[in-house]
């Protein structure tokens, strides 16, 4: 061995590559006892090795380390938290030696790393070899869970934790399971493990026995794995079958959490199996009796019955007589007298009401209720209640082309018809006579209590004044009218105090005349004579006598004849 050379207050062994106190090499000492000491010196550390795992021991502890003698000539430290348990004083624990030396002479210790080491052949083993490892898992991460997997950390990311999204992973901290490993990386100290490959090579398993044991029919037991709006996902103990919500019950269901919950335990009966789409059907409803079997004999027509209102529509109300039994109050069945627009005028959901069985159809699933027949229909008594002829007063409620309704009680209303409305006036609208709101005075002249129509008559509030035209217009009498309307056979003629008289072609005052309208205009002022009076058909007729000029008439399209005198004159 050579000897180390001198340099200022230490000297250095190239053999060794360490450092000597120059106080230890003095001109006392021979070389070979410089020789002897340096032999000594070097074989405490021959097995001191820097990137390996020593033996060390437990010097002190203090609030955040844990002091080691690892035999060399300065003590290393190794923070606290590196142990799954403290250790206790003189103690001996396996540590990896990183460096003999940091900047400031301190051996650089890890527990965790000869840990990591001692492990890491047996997790290499079991990942080459596609075994399974036990873990635990530990704390919540950033994308997944840190699990102990014999006493190092991995990391399991959040998508392989289960087959499915875990909603609440703190709830699995604490516990072990067995996990496959699926990445490593040694000189990162990387290992990624995951359990979803395991759950879904048991599911496989579970799987293909299944499909050989399942069949349509058959009725088992399965868990709640997942809810949606229109079901829920039954695991059958590898295979998932979907409960829709129309299969859940007989009665109404507005969501599936009201009679399942994720985790709870189902029988549920196997309606259909599609292997090739993997889909397995599920029924509950289909394990209770059904409701509807005789069910015309439990609700025979005209029973009255009482149920709740679930579902209003446009057309009606849906009213649930017993679980899985609803019947349906149409619009028209929910009142005798009220002009229903939309059900929700009349009844609310969860409403309790009264009602009477109309038709029932087991077949369809279908029963038809009415609410108004609770009450006896007014339509029945009118004709009682109003004899024809009887005078009453109501409001005008709408008018029509036609007529006028008028209410005489209410949701009750009468038409009286254009025709009913003047004796005398030719009406062509209503609103020539009467307004809506008006009040009036009106007969009765027609009840028809099946159909619900009334017939009412203005003009016969009053008396017919036909019985009197004969006498203030005898026959002979001279008056001036004008020319209203063209007739096929002859014209109209206005007399005034709303009395038409009707004047034939042959009275016109022309000779062969075939069109009216060729020898006299509308609006044109003519004197007339009375003919005839029918006060029977409301009738008179007249002949024209001449067509004087005013500031509104027309003299005619032609002269005409002479008028005729007597002879002897």
Avoid: C
């Avoid at 040694?186 to 299944?210: C, T, Y």
């Avoid at 042959?506 to 007339?528: C, K, M």
């Amino acid at each position: 061995m050579s000897k180390p050379h001198q340099s200022g207050a230490a000297q250095f062994s190239t053999a060794t590559g360490l450092r000597v106190r120059a106080d230890l090499y003095d001109e006392d000492y021979s070389d070979a006892d410089y020789e002897q000491m340096l032999s000594m010196y070097e074989g405490t550390m021959a097995q001191i090795v820097e990137g390996e795992i020593v033996k060390s021991k437990v010097l002190r502890i203090t609030e955040n380390a844990v002091i080691l003698d690892v035999g060399f000539k300065s003590e290393g430290s190794v923070p606290l938290d590196e142990f799954k348990e403290p250790p206790t004083e003189g103690e001996e624990v396996e540590v990896f030696l990183e460096h003999l030396e940091d900047h400031e002479g301190a051996v650089v210790l890890s527990k965790k790393k000869a840990d990591f080491m001692r492990v890491w052949e047996k997790i290499r083993v079991a990942h080459e070899n596609d075994q399974p490892v036990q873990g635990t898992l530990m704390k919540k991460i950033k994308g997944g869970v840190v699990v102990n997997v014999m006493g190092v950390d991995a990391f399991l990311p959040g998508s392989q934790i289960a087959l499915r999204r875990v909603p609440n992973i703190d709830e699995l901290l604490g516990q072990t399971f067995e996990f496959k490993i699926i990445k490593l990386n040694k000189r990162r100290r990387n290992i990624v493990v995951s359990r979803r490959v395991i759950l879904e090579n048991e599911r496989a398993s579970k799987r293909e026995h299944l499909m050989k044991e399942l069949q349509a029919g058959q009725v088992r037991k399965g868990v709640v794995k997942n809810i949606t709006d229109f079901g829920a996902f039954i695991d059958l103990g590898g295979v998932d079958g979907l409960l829709h919500i129309t299969d859940m019950s007989y009665g109404r269901v507005s969501h599936p959490t009201e009679l399942v919950q994720i985790g709870s335990e189902v029988d549920v009966k196997i309606l259909d199996i599609d292997w090739q789409r993997e889909r397995i059907s599920l029924g509950m409803k289909q394990l209770q009796p059904y409701p509807w079997k005789d069910i015309a004999e439990k609700y025979p027509i005209g029973t009255r019955v009482q149920g709740k209102v679930v579902s209003i529509t446009n057309y009606g109300a849906f009213v649930e007589l017993e679980a899985g039994i609803e019947g349906l109050v149409h619009i028209s069945e929910m009142s005798w007298t009220r002009n229903v627009r939309h059900p929700s005028k009349i009844v609310s959901i969860g409403e309790t009401i009264e009602a009477v069985v109309l038709k029932v159809d087991e077949t369809e699933e279908k029963i038809s209720l009415g609410m108004k027949q609770t009450e006896q229909d007014p339509w029945m008594i009118l004709p009682q209640k109003y004899p024809v002829g009887t005078r009453i007063e109501g409001k005008v409620r709408n008018l029509t082309s036609f007529g006028a309704f008028v209410e005489i009680e209410p949701g009750i209303d009468g038409l009286i018809h254009i025709s009913d409305m003047s004796w005398t006036k030719r009406v062509q609208h209503p609103s020539e006579v009467v307004k809506k709101g008006d009040a009036v005075n009106v007969v009765v002249l027609n009840i028809d209590a099946e159909n619900k129509r009334i017939s009412l008559g203005l003009k016969q509030a009053e008396e017919d004044p036909w019985l009197r035209i004969g006498e203030s217009l005898p026959v002979g009498t001279l008056i001036k009218g004008r020319i209203v309307r063209m007739m096929d056979k002859g014209v109209v003629v206005d007399l005034g105090n709303d009395l038409e008289g009707f004047a034939p072609m042959s009275q016109l005052g022309f000779e062969n005349v075939q069109n009216p309208a060729d020898v006299v205009s509308e609006g044109q002022v003519a004197d007339v004579e009375v003919l005839e009076v029918d006060p029977i058909h409301h009738r008179i007729v007249v002949a024209v006598k001449g067509y004087p000029e005013d500031e509104t008439g027309a003299p005619p399209k032609q002269d005409p004849l002479p008028p005729i005198t007597d002879q002897a004159e």
